[in-house]
């Protein structure tokens, strides 16, 4: 059986995680102000102000900044759904139903594009 560690991430793997979301959320503001394809890798860089070497050292492309957006978004969803409970599949369907609304509304623009 394999042990699974429960060490806390590090210092510089928190600052390094902070700076892939910063990165991702500099990216996704971009996207949705100009439109996907308008947007490039040096405009992402310059605006969350990283080096173009720093940006492909956290994606590899950016079509990757929008994988990793909608990674987190099912991690954001499966986590809730996880987590719940109740006495009938109704019950589960309807906490998680407003949940993903509520979800929706405030990850807003970002979401929907």
Known sequence: MKS????????RERKKQ????QVRDVALG??????FDSVTVDEIAESADVSRA?????????DAVLRSYHFWIYDQLHEFAE???GNSGRDLFD?????LTRFIEREGDRYRM
């Open 83 to 85: 987590g719940l409970t």
């Open 54 to 62: 720093s940006f492909f050292n956290y994606f590899p492309t950016k």
């Open 95 to 99: 906490q998680y139903y407003r949940h």
């Open 4 to 11: 699974v560690s429960l060490a806390q991430p590090t210092r």
């Open 30 to 35: 971009l996207f949705v102000e100009k439109g």
């Open 18 to 21: 902070d700076r892939i979301r």
